[in-house]
């Protein structure tokens, strides 16, 4: 009980995850890209610098750099607008007579005080001093009221004069100082030493600013100086020395450091939100274009799991080497391509190359070169993969992608300042060689790889598979022989017939290898091992219709046991469909007598219909080659006849109706299959006289009291039949 609970919970999980397949996809891959693109990786290059403390080793340039520096030029820019200098406003005299009137205000008080008879010596110091224009002292006090009239005179009309002088000049804050120093210095010679120390305490406190900064007019001079300064750029060579172990890291190291990628630096969350932007637009076109292209085709959610692994990995590659201007010569992308191509088809690969040359041109140094770079590279050699069953096609591909390369390098070699320098070009172009051939390499061993690991159709895989020499085959041969011929016989007709409209032929000349290799377990039950004793002719109907459905489920089991890739073994259990053993039903009925009917269920294969091309294919060309065998037609009417009434039958009964075949596929099939029988017949001029021959032929209906049933059971009125037993 435990076991049949758990067998069904592990059923409802894999229901969940093929139904939700296409969202966990999206999710995975997103999230993956996002923590590769965010998170420094070790080899990275990365080192530890701090402004102002000493270097911890010494510090080399990993590639060549010429990059505008925002620090040289602000530093450039804030010197330009220093040495403008600073804007006033114009000479105000208006200040000068103010101060001029304010001084003569300031000694007709003095005068007055001097004036006063009723006031005391001290009450005359007091008013001097409490004076508020200016200071003034006791000692100056008392020296103003000692003066005689005309000494009194003499200071106050020379205190007047300096005003005078010193106010119409342009007088800066800045410069009040000295100003005020050289009005204290300007006393008049002639006057006594009493009259000099007044003057001198008295006229410099007249003495005010007459021009005043203009602050806007300084801003805007400034600014435009400092635009006027060109943007600094600052060269750094391949393996030049940035820091010694043990110097000071100065600011212009430290954005050295940032522009070569080398700085450690904190989480930059802006960044990391770019980046999980990116992956997502990545991961959400990919899975669009699946749901609409390709979900029919790839089912098996094995498929969505090994892309979104390619596509980490290959993410994960372009991370480390990106950063690298040699490295991402070397970046294999057309690998990835190639693989997809193959594995997948070429539109989809195209598609996955052109967002990760993005992707990658997004993270690295020379965005648009890089991108471009990877693009046509990746593209070219998808586009020039002509014949993908031949390893020699993936080194003309790989070559392809290396004159791809070559030729975006050349693009942006061309228009580089100066002379052209050919060395420059020399080194990029044998890298660019070195990727195509390494891509290819990689190809061949991902195809590897995915076919032992994974159970996924390869190339290298199917190549293996089609060896005659196999060991399922030749188990086949030595147990079924008959069965083994009738397999390569529905091998060739199949083949050809794919190529006609494009479909994977080698996929389905391996499929039709191992199609009926469940009848070995039981082969004398099937006709063409039959050495004129027939099993069947002691068993009852239904037991020997089990018997026949039978071999498609022990093909499955054996392609499972041989580990077959998934593809084939879906091929093996779709090439009946659901169509029934009608010869073994009409025995049933014949036996149940008139007016009883029998039920058709027991009697028809469990299916499912063909859900690919490639197994529709094989489905029709092994009735036609059950059914041509049987009947051996030998002239071209009578070829017509029979493959126009098997694939009619078939799509009558919606045996087709899942295999994404349209209707000039099929009549191109149907036309490819009478080609081949023609061929395989010998059909020759149909001369008076042998119409007979023709007309003889039955339109596959044979009275069920024909001894030999199972040999002559193709003739029967359905494709179902026909190719049920090969019986």
Known sequence: MSHTTLNERTEDFQLWVRRYALPIFVIVLAVGMTLILSFELPGSRQVSATIGQPAPNDIFSPRSLTYTSDLLTQQARDQASRNVPESFTPLDLGIGRSQLSKARDVFSFIATVRADSSATIERKLEYLQSIEEIAVNEEVAQALLDLSQADFEEVRGNVFSIIEELMRQEIRPAQLGDFQRTARRLASLELTTSQTFIVTELAYQFIVPTVFPNEEATAAARSEAAAAVQPITRSIARDQRILRAGEIVTEIDHETLTELGLLQHETDWQRIVSYAILSVLVAATIAIYWAKFQSANFANSRYLGVLGGLILIFTLT???????????????????????????????????????????????????????????????????????????????????????????????????????????????????????????????????????????????????????????????????????????????????????????????????????????????????????????????????????????????????????????????????????????????????????????????????????????????ADAVDATSTALRPNTERAIEKLVNTIVEEDMLEGQLNDSHLTMGDIELLRLSFIETLKGRFHVRVQYPGNESITDGIPEFALPVSQPQLPRVEPQLQSTTSRTAGSV
């Not at 051939?437 to 590897?448: K, W």
């Not at 169509?579 to 058709?600: H, L, N, P």
Request: proline fraction near 5%; hydrophobic fraction near 50%.
């Open 318 to 620: 372009a991370k480390i080497m990106a950063a690298d201007e040699t490295l991402s010569y070397w970046f294999p992308l057309a690998a990835l391509s190639l693989l997809l191509a193959v594995v997948y088809d070429t539109r989809f690969s195209i598609l996955v190359t052109v967002l990760l040359a993005g992707t990658t041109g997004f993270i690295s140094i020379g965005a648009l070169e890089t991108t471009i770079y990877l693009a046509v590279g990746g593209i070219l050699s998808v586009l020039t993969l002509r014949d993908s069953t031949r390893i020699s096609s993936f080194f003309r591909a790989g070559l392809m992608a290396a004159l791809g390369y070559f030729i975006v390098i050349a693009i942006f070699w061309l228009p580089s300042e100066g002379e052209l320098d050919p060395t420059k070009i020399m080194l990029p172009t044998l890298f660019a060689l070195g990727n195509g051939l390494l891509s290819t390499a990689l190809t061949l061993a991902g195809f590897y790889i995915l076919g032992g690991l994974f159970g996924i159709v390869t190339i290298l895989q199917l190549q293996d598979l089609s060896r005659l020499d196999h060991p399922l085959l030749r188990e086949l041969l030595r147990r079924a022989p008959g069965t083994y011929h009738h397999s390569i016989m529905v091998a060739n007709l199949a083949e050809q017939a794919a190529e006609r409209i494009g479909a994977n032929s080698t996929l389905v000349r391996v499929s039709a290898f191992y199609h009926d290799v469940g009848k070995m377990i039981r082969p004398p039950f099937f006709i063409e091992n039959q050495e004129g004793i027939d099993p069947h002719s002691t068993l009852d109907p239904l037991t020997s219709a089990r018997i026949i459905i039978s071999h498609v489920a022990d093909g499955v089991v054996l392609a499972r046991q041989y580990r077959l890739p998934f593809r084939v073994q879906n091929i093996i259990a779709e090439h009946h469909g659901n169509r029934a053993v009608k010869s073994f039903y009409r025995k049933a009925q014949e036996a149940a007598g008139e007016g009883v009917e029998v039920d058709m269920q027991p009697f028809r294969y469990p299916g499912p219909c063909p859900s690919s091309r490639e197994a529709a294919i094989v489905m029709l």
